[in-house]
């Protein structure tokens, strides 16, 4: 029942639930590493607010490209009775392990403005701490509430559902 009203049914409620898991992801997650990186300054989240905009629209594109591989490899972990917080959990796990790998190095470039080898030579130096953070923030804040969101507009529609069979 869980995986009924807390996921989307449709591409419409996909294209909903993924607008507030990435612009909750985005706002925090970006800023987060950045101030990890050059210190928590004004002047350096007034910087990571100019590129996130680039930095969403490279998330959505990133989601989309690697929504199947994360599906598949959490299809490869979990098995069809475990419960829903499992798949849940595994399949955050899956996202964030590829988005954080692919996003560790494109974030990078858009945030400097520039291509470098620099992202890619301290990959292994930047990526663990990348992919805590996004996993927390993922995990425990933008995915519950998109979930909740979900949640909500699936009673609000079998209400109505309801009352139009009445």
Request: hydrophobic share 55%; glycine share 4%.
């Amino acid at each position: 029942m869980e995986f009924y009203q807390k996921l989307p049914r449709n591409k419409k409620e996909f294209a909903l639930f993924m607008a507030v898991i990435s612009i909750i992801s985005v706002n925090i997650i970006a800023p987060l590493i950045t101030c990890f990186e050059f210190g928590f300054r004004l002047a350096v989240w007034a910087n990571v607010l100019q590129v996130l905009p680039f930095i969403w629209l490279s998330v959505i594109g990133l989601v989309l490209l690697t929504y199947k591989p994360a599906e598949w490899l959490t299809g490869r972990i979990v098995a069809e009775g475990d419960s829903f917080r499992a798949h849940v959990l595994i399949n955050i796990l899956c996202s964030v392990l590829l988005m954080s790998v692919f996003l560790t190095v494109i974030g990078t470039w858009i945030g400097s403005r520039r291509l470098s080898w620099e992202p890619i030579l301290l990959f292994f130096h930047k990526w663990p701490r990348n992919f805590a953070i996004s996993f927390g923030v993922e995990a425990l804040i933008a995915q519950p509430i998109a979930r909740w969101v979900m949640a909500r507009l699936h009673a609000a529609q079998d209400r109505r559902q309801a009352q139009a069979m009445v």
